[in-house]
C-alpha cells in the first residue's frame, strides 16, 4: 500500500543502514537515518562549546534545531541538513561517535528528535532505522524489522565502513568504542535499544545484504 512505514532497528554494524538503504530504493520509499540526527546534535554541542554533560543547555540548544533531508535523484542519497547547514560530511568523526551515546540518553534531546522523526513519516512513504523506531518514534508502522549479527562481524563491518570512508583507527579503539555504545543504548533508561515484540528479528551474522533485503522485500509484498 502507499504511504506504509518500515522500521528497521538494531545495534551498530548490524548492517542496518545499507539494507535500510537499499530497501527504500527498490520501494521508492524516503530513507530516513535517525542515527545521523543524534549523530548531527552531537557535531553541533560540540562545535558550538557546549558542555555535553550539561543536560539543560544541550537541551535548549537542541529544541532550536531544524532538520531537512535532500534526497539526490536518482541516486537514492540522502543529505542531512541542519539549521541551513550540510551535516552529513561531520557525522563520522570519532569524537561525534564517542560522545554521541551520551547525549543521545538525554530525555529533551530525544523528545525533540522523535517529534521531528514523526513529522518525516506523518505521510508514510519512508524506511527509518535507529534503536526505537519500532518501539517508540512509529510503533504503528506497518512493518518492523531488528536486525542483529555476531558482535565480531558487526565490529569488521564498521571497520570496512570507516577504512572506505578514509578514517584511521586502531580495531581496539573501534572494539571499545562499539561495546560502548551498545551498553550505553542497551542500558539506558529512556528508548533503549530492544526489539519490538510484532518486530522480525533477522540475524545477519550470514547472511548478504542482498539476502536481507530479499527477505525483506518477500515479507513486505506479502509472499
Ligand atoms: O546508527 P548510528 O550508529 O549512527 O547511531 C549513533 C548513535 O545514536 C547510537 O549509538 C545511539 O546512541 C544513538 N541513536 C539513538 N536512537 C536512534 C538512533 C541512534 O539513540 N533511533
Known amino acids: 500500500p502507499p504511504g506504509f ?93 564517542r560522545r554521541v551515546a551520551e547525549i543521545a540518553a538525554l530525555r529533551g534531546v530525544r523528545e525533540h528528535l522523535v517529534r521531528c522523526q514523526r513529522l518525516f513519516a506523518r505521510k508514510g512513504g519512508v524506511v527509518m532505522e535507529g534503536r526505537d523506531i519500532g518501539t517508540v518514534v512509529l510503533p504503528d508502522s506497518e512493518y518492523k524489522f531488528f536486525l542483529t549479527a555476531a558482535p565480531d562481524v558487526r565490529l569488521a563491518r564498521r571497520e570496512k565502513e570507516l577504512l572506505a570512508d578514509g578514517r584511521h583507527f586502531t580495531k581496539e579503539e573501534l572494539r571499545r568504542e562499539m561495546n560502548y555504545r551498545d551498553e550505553m543504548d542497551l542500558k539506558r533508561e529512556i528508548a533503549p535499544l530492544k526489539p519490538a515484540s510484532d518486530a522480525v528479528v533477522i540475524d545477519c551474522t550470514s547472511l548478504t545484504v542482498e539476502e536481507v533485503v530479499a527477505k525483506m522485500l518477500r515479507i513486505c509484498r506479502g509472499v
Open 5 to 97: 512505514n518500515i522500521a528497521i532497528d538494531g545495534p551498530a554494524g548490524s548492517g542496518k543502514s545499507t539494507v535500510a538503504r537499499k530497501l527504500a530504493q527498490k520501494l521508492g520509499l524516503l530513507y530516513v537515518d535517525t542515527g545521523a540526527m543524534y549523530r548531527a546534535v552531537t557535531y553541533l554541542v560540540l562545535k558550538s562549546g557546549i558542555d555535553p554533560a550539561d543536560e539543560s543547555a544541550v537541551t535548549a540548544f537542541t529544541q532550536g534545531l531544524r532538520f531537512s533531508l535532500v534526497r539526490f535523484l536518482p541516486k537514492g542519497v540522502v543529505d542531512l541538513w541542519c539549521n541551513g547547514e550540510e551535516v552529513t560530511p561531520y557525522l563520522r568523526e570519532p569524537e561525534v561517535s
